[in-house]
């Protein structure tokens, strides 16, 4: 139970300054996944789950995501027929230091 308690306040627990964001996090059994026949950096499965095609509208991979991993995903969500999704990047904008996040192209 204490390890669940200390999951739940990490995981449903976000910083004020992150309120824009407007996310929603999900927990589902695993058992209830789709294998994707992809692995993580470690080697381990990633594990996908279906949603609703209206839930996702975007996703933007953080600055040091591979241009394979990121077109390794895109594939997986076309086959599944997800298509009308905003691929994003974070780039580093060096002159002004700041970080900007912009579409993402093949």
């Known amino acids: 139970y204490k390890l ?4 739940k306040s990490i995981y449903f627990t976000k910083s004020i300054e992150w309120k824009y964001e407007a996310e929603y996090r999900v927990i589902r059994k695993l058992s209830e996944n789709t294998d994707s026949g992809v692995k993580d950096v470690n080697g381990f499965n990633i594990h996908l789950f279906p949603l609703p095609k209206d839930i996702l509208r975007g996703i933007i991979f953080g600055k040091n995501a591979s241009k394979r ?10 086959d599944m027929d997800y298509h009308d999704i905003a691929v994003q990047q974070i780039e580093l904008d060096e002159k002004n230091y700041l970080l900007k996040i912009s579409d993402y192209h093949k």
């Not at 991993?69 to 076309?78: A, F, P, R, T």
């Open 4 to 7: 669940f308690q200390g999951f």
């Open 69 to 78: 991993k990121i077109d390794s995903i895109v594939k997986i969500l076309n």
